[in-house]
């Protein structure tokens, strides 16, 4: 085998597993005897155009795998999106350091990054591998049963929605939380795994894959109120009006003001809570219901030290070893995806490669069978395909029985 | 030992331990030979007026200790605060029943709840010991080293903090999150215990028991922006200015809005992201940073599944069984309280009784021993303080090191 140079970096939102994937990708490549270095990018393609990089040809094995135990992309991360333009001034630092596998831990963007970047490599004649290692919270990557980040980030949005439900029940009212997800549900629809008996909550899923209408909104928590003298909602940031139009947007012009947008022109849905907030005031305003409380889930769903999913941190360390070692082994170009092996009883995924561009900006959403008729919840095939991604880990609830004691004292009024 | 009847409830905000404390009463209580029967009410005084109890005298053991390892009132609560009319008709319920000890698990409301109970019993010659089992998030009871349920919180805040923190390093930029306690910033100084290393995060803190200037909040601001390129900030909810008004009313305002009240008349700051939103908002306006996020940890950081403690559940189930033990042998009164030896080296809690009227309906803040000079950090005692109070089972977070590579480009521009 001819000497090996690799580069590895971490692009787009962080998840609570995706430094399992960096150090997969590491320790397995230094099982090579002809990697002669091992690179990580600081900030993604940013680092790669900065020449901003760090040596992990030697670093100790005991601090990699506290890292990999930490959550939020330790090399740092980065939100651009490179062109063709870009990808050749990577190119120049990519050969001035003779690297010659480079390996992107990321969504679809970060996957079309590579794809890009090994177009150019091959017009150039620069003898590069690359291989995309998929993850993303948002489950939407194309080819794939799930993706790494996902299950932890869907365990955090159950637990939070267990609690929650409790917290509804014990001081009674209307609950709703917003939860990540601009295109897909998968994350909202996590909430879901937080109910164990008939009456538990969330009451209501307001997915992105559906038009959202604001009065058969109102409709659904007044009957469930009226049945249950409480509600909790879960709501996906990405909710949108049967034109596209972002459901922020709409009340927030309603109310006179404007949402808050990006560089790119999108609405900002993540890091404000004034989604919950303007469902909230529509419930107080049009139901005539007093204890209304709304939350945003906002960074703690991706971020937060210590809610992981077993079977989560294990995928995510596969698909990094599994990247490398294709990428060295056989000289595989591509994406890795993770498969579940359907034919198999109980719950077994493999993992193999798809070409870049079944993956690259593309977007998966949530199959039809996963959303109930009315679109107001998930179904039990939804249900049953997340549960065993959760991992060995879930805390349980439990709700307190008692016999109820026969009254004594005479009926009033 | 003359026969006894018990009559427990819950009162006030839930929590993650509340129901070791629930449980801890009720196993005390069956223990006791004279005990011959043990109701819970539920939705607290509420429940009592309306007569709604549960027997618990011979609910079997594995239940409870699946109750108490879960969040929130099992019982269900109430915000009822109870005035000498309203515990008039709680004791003619708690007469008809034969209750002779009656046990409230709340914070300072509650324990005023039990004073005007108490002295109302007896006026009317009704033999009733009653006692208060110390609870809240908010840490703000007097003569508490510190209350059940918030070294939980206080763990939930810090774990969210220490997450968030590597998340704002890997996409740098300000974040803003919001944290409960309107009086007492005991519960947004613990985001302190998120931080491991010199420059982590959070960067400030801002607590309620200071003035807060939102100038100076903005210079602040921006002095870290401008020493490390990113900046994590936590607010408690119930930041105010010189003349006590909040900040989330002002800047309402200021905006041409206005602030949610309760039924009280008191802003709303919990269930909202309007504080979070209205910072941000500045901070981007004034000082023209691009990548500004806000969060409001909301009712997560009280009810939240799976972040619990373990010294916490532990002392909470205590307080339940000490106040029953108490009660039930010496026929005493008031309320139980956790005090640190600080004698013993290392971590050691005691418990004992006080008077219901040193605590009820007063406000524990913070010690200016807690709070920096400038009012925008805790001391290294608040540290020392919670530390041992987070138990054992605390994830901690590892930063990649890595040698630097050096440079082969040559410099541009």
């Known amino acids: 085998m001819s000497p090996a140079k690799v580069l590895i970096a971490q692009g787009g939102g962080p998840t609570a597993v995706i430094n399992q994937s960096l150090v997969g990708a590491v320790l397995a490549a230094r099982a090579f005897p002809n990697?002669?270095?091992?690179?990580?990018?600081?900030?993604?393609?940013?680092?790669?155009l900065q020449e901003d990089f760090v040596d992990l040809t030697g670093e100790d094995i005991n601090h990699l795998e506290r890292v990999a135990a930490t959550p939020a992309s330790a090399l740092g991360s980065t939100r651009d999106k490179p062109d063709t333009a870009y990808c050749l001034q990577m190119l120049e630092?990519?050969?001035?350091?003779?690297?010659?596998?480079?390996?992107?831990?990321?969504?679809?963007?970060?996957?079309?990054?590579?794809?890009?970047?090994?177009?150019?490599?091959?017009?150039?004649?620069?003898?590069?591998?690359g291989m995309h290692i998929p993850k993303t919270i948002d489950n939407d990557?194309?080819?794939?049963?799930?993706?790494?980040?996902?299950p932890s980030a869907a365990?955090?949005?159950?637990?939070?929605?267990?609690?929650?439900?409790?917290?509804?029940?014990?001081?009674?009212?209307?609950?709703?939380?917003?939860?990540?997800?601009?295109?897909?549900?998968?994350?909202?629809?996590?909430?879901?795994?937080?109910?164990?008996?008939?009456?538990?909550?969330?009451?209501?899923?307001?997915?992105?894959?559906?038009?959202?209408?604001?009065?058969?909104?109102l409709a659904d928590v007044k009957d469930v109120y009226a049945r249950l003298g409480r509600c909790v909602v879960a709501v996906s940031e990405g909710i949108h009006d049967a034109s596209g139009k972002s459901i922020i947007e709409q009340l927030a012009q309603r109310k006179g003001?404007?949402?808050?947008?990006?560089?790119?022109?999108?609405?900002?849905?993540?890091?404000?809570?004034?989604?919950?907030?303007?469902?909230?005031?529509?419930?107080?305003?049009?139901?005539?219901?007093?204890?209304?409380?709304?939350?945003?889930?906002?960074?703690?769903?991706?971020?937060?030290?210590g809610c992981v999913s077993d079977v989560d941190a294990r995928e995510a360390r596969d698909v990094g070893a599994v990247a490398l070692r294709l990428a060295l082994k056989n000289g595989a170009t591509g994406s890795?995806?993770?498969?579940?092996?359907?034919?198999?009883?109980?719950?077994?995924s493999e993992y193999s490669v798809q070409p870049l561009e079944a993956v690259a900006a593309k977007t998966r959403v949530m199959e039809d069978a996963f959303i109930n008729a009315a679109g107001n919840d998930v179904t039990e095939a939804f249900v049953g395909y997340l549960q065993p991604l959760l991992g060995g880990n879930l805390p349980q609830a439990e709700r307190l029985r008692g016999r109820p004691v026969t009254k004594k004292m005479k009926p009033q009024g």
Chains 1, 2 share one sequence.
């Open 35 to 48: 990697v002669q270095a091992v690179y990580g990018a600081r900030h993604g393609v940013r680092g790669v």
């Open 93 to 129: 630092v990519i050969k001035a350091h003779g690297i010659t596998h480079f390996f992107y831990i990321g969504g679809n963007d970060s996957s079309d990054t590579v794809r890009i970047l090994m177009e150019q490599a091959a017009c150039a004649g620069h003898p590069l591998a």
């Open 141 to 150: 990557l194309m080819g794939n049963d799930h993706t790494p980040g996902f």
């Open 155 to 217: 365990k955090f949005v159950a637990q939070a929605f267990a609690g929650a439900d409790l917290d509804n029940a014990a001081l009674p009212g209307v609950y709703v939380a917003v939860v990540m997800g601009r295109h897909a549900g998968f994350l909202t629809a996590a909430s879901a795994l937080a109910r164990q008996g008939v009456n538990d909550g969330p009451h209501l899923i307001y997915l992105p894959e559906r038009v959202f209408d604001i009065d058969r909104f």
């Open 257 to 305: 003001g404007a949402a808050e947008r990006d560089a790119h022109g999108n609405v900002q849905l993540s890091g404000t809570g004034a989604l919950a907030d303007l469902l909230c005031e529509e419930i107080k305003s049009r139901l005539g219901i007093k204890r209304v409380r709304g939350d945003t889930f906002g960074y703690l769903q991706r971020s937060f030290l």
């Open 336 to 348: 890795v995806a993770i498969r579940r092996d359907a034919a198999v009883p109980g719950y077994v």
